[in-house]
């Protein structure tokens, strides 16, 4: 493979010093940097947050210290001890940071959901990942309970509640001691597991270290030049990894501010980043398309905004058309959790090439290989694989599967390789572009969904003899998710009764919104799907798979 940084003399020093094998992360944790920062600026604002009411509170560091603190003695109290892991099930809420820094503190693990989830995909995590206490809100409350009954969970804390409820989580939050309990916590140990699609049918669990989200939030704050009078509009999901890494632990770890939204919106996005003096923000591409079909407003660049970061691309009409109307840049990365998110960034500085996801940033070492594993030339396309350090630049490695971990994280002589599934190039200049995804996966409006899960519940549907999910262009939301499926023989089944089947069995984002009936699907000589054919003829509006195409003998 071509060298990912022109080989010329000038550009020598940047070459050496992104691919250095470094470790930015330490002995930190995100309690002690958290703590250090309290310490040294008290009074500095450190947290926004608006309630869905429009209610707004708002924490200095040293208020919010003494806040992760009774969270830290309320987990003991709730019988959380070192190691134990306890689930966060709701929308954006300051209970995220407050129990995450305590979890560091403790040395407890924080398992986040999305309030989405149905009852069989939550109870499915909370009994992989063996979480003991579940915090949640009203909306997600009946799953949760339902949930709980059926699995080992201990208790259930409702953070949304009236005070007068017994096990409101402000109401315990205020009843707790404000004197730090023991640190348990160090760099090394977990701290949380995020839940991603693969190409399974059932969600991984990442295990991710201290070090982990210490040395993500070091790179990305070095990638986007974080600085302390920098606020971060926080509209992403929290249980997500992207809204921490791009964003929150970035504002703690240069010492700066965030402003949490309940949710993004489109209408008023630019609103809340002028109420509330934000400077920084991170997006998806799905976003940023909605932005751009908001009504133009006089207040469309009155903000103080001066840099987004995001990932999935846009085109050069909506490149033009954003710096047109919003004035602030925009600075595409590439990530995937197991990755610590962001191992390719566009240059804070100098050129930025608005078709590719970026080069490497901080502390990463990458190749691109085919599929006998041999390194690919420029322009060429082949996987992207990563090498960094597991615990540290990589994943501690899946929740509970060992097998899984050793087929994505493979040991050679020269350290830990990541292999990605994504199929990727580079130019002469060292800027990396995205092809396509690893097989099975589809993405939707910024998430990773495995085509795997959907179909295993699509076949379970009465009245299916076969199936495959595939994702076809959306112009919003990245891709529309499309059941292709063979009805068994004398059998009416409508599309309404596959999504109504589907909307029992999987989050809404998950839900295919088109079904196609097909006589037959193309096949291999060992009867595998060809899903790329299938997605092929149906961009071509062809729905008759199986009579028109030709197969190999």
């Known amino acids: ?23 930015i992360a330490g002995n930190r944790t995100l309690y002690g940097v958290f703590a250090e920062y309290a ?25 919010f210290l003494s806040s992760i603190h009774q969270a830290a003695n309320l987990l003991h109290s709730l019988g959380i001890a070192e190691g134990d892991v306890f689930n966060i099930h709701m929308p ?6 407050q129990l995450i820094l305590a979890a560091s503190l403790i040395g407890a693990i924080a ?113 986007i030049g974080a600085r302390p009078d920098d606020r971060h509009l926080i509209v992403l999901p929290l249980f997500h990894g992207a809204a921490q890494f791009h964003a929150l632990w970035v504002a703690l770890i240069a010492g ?12 008023r996005y630019f609103e809340q980043a002028i109420a509330y003096d934000a400077t920084l923000s991170a997006l998806f591409g799905a976003p940023l398309r909605m932005l751009l079909n908001q009504p133009p407003r006089p207040s469309d660049a009155a903000h103080a905004l001066r840099n987004i970061t995001f ?49 490497p940033i901080l502390g990463y070492e990458m190749k691109i290989v085919d599929e006998n594993d041999h390194e690919v030339a420029a322009g060429e396309h082949g996987q992207l694989v990563v090498r960094g350090t597991a615990g540290r630049s990589l994943m501690r490695g899946y929740w509970n599967d060992p097998d899984a971990t050793s087929k994505i994280m493979r040991e050679s002589r020269d350290g830990i390789w990541l292999y990605t599934g994504d199929t990727v190039y580079i130019d002469t200049e060292g800027f990396i572009y995205f092809a ?33 999910v595939i ?20 059998c009416d089944l409508s599309s309404e009764t596959v999504i109504a089947f589907c909307q029992g069995y999987l989050s809404p984002f998950k839900v295919p919104e088109r079904v196609v009936f097909v006589e037959q699907f193309p096949r291999t000589s060992v009867g595998k799907i060809q899903k790329h054919l299938v997605r092929a003829q149906l961009l071509e509006g062809n729905t008759d798979l199986g009579l028109s195409l030709k197969h190999p003998h």
């Open 111 to 223: 398992m986040p959901s999305n309030p989405a989830s149905t009852y069989a995909e939550l109870r499915y995590l909370i009994e992989h990942s063996g979480a003991k206490v579940m915090f949640t809100d009203s909306d997600s409350w009946e799953t949760a309970q339902k949930v709980a009954n059926h699995t080992n969970v201990d208790l259930l804390v409702l953070c949304d509640a009236d005070e007068s409820e017994t096990l409101n989580y402000e109401r315990m939050l205020a009843q707790q001691p404000a004197t730090p309990p023991p640190n348990m916590g160090t760099a090394d140990k977990s701290l949380q597991i995020l839940y991603t699609s693969g190409t399974t049918s059932r969600p991984k669990g990442v295990t991710m270290t201290n070090a982990n989200f210490i040395y993500g939030a070091e790179a990305v704050r070095a990638g």
């Open 1 to 23: 493979m071509a060298a990912l940084w022109p080989a010329s003399k000038d550009d020598l020093h940047l070459k050496e010093t992104r691919f250095r094998r470094v470790d």
């Open 471 to 490: 994702g076809l262009p959306d112009p919003i939301r990245d891709e529309t998710i499309v059941a292709v499926v063979i009805r068994e023989d004398d």
């Open 311 to 359: 990932a999935q691309n846009l085109t050069a009409a909506q490149y033009d058309e954003w710096h047109r109307r919003f004035k602030v840049p925009l600075q595409q990365l590439w990530g995937m959790t197991e990755t610590v998110t962001v191992p390719i960034m566009s240059p804070v500085t100098g050129p930025r090439n608005l078709q590719a996801m970026g080069r």
């Open 92 to 97: 954006n809420h300051p209970a995220y940071p």
């Open 436 to 468: 396509d995804r690893g097989k099975d996966m589809l993405k939707r409006a910024g998430e990773r969904i495995s085509s795997t899960e959907i179909e295993s519940v699509v076949k379970r549907c009465a009245g299916v003899s076969d199936a495959c």
């Open 256 to 267: 700066g501010s965030a402003a949490i939204m309940p949710r993004f919106s489109a209408s």
């Open 39 to 63: 310490e040294l600026q008290p009074q500095r604002k450190w947290l926004i947050f608006e309630r869905p009411d429009g209610q707004v509170c708002r924490w200095t560091y040293a208020e």
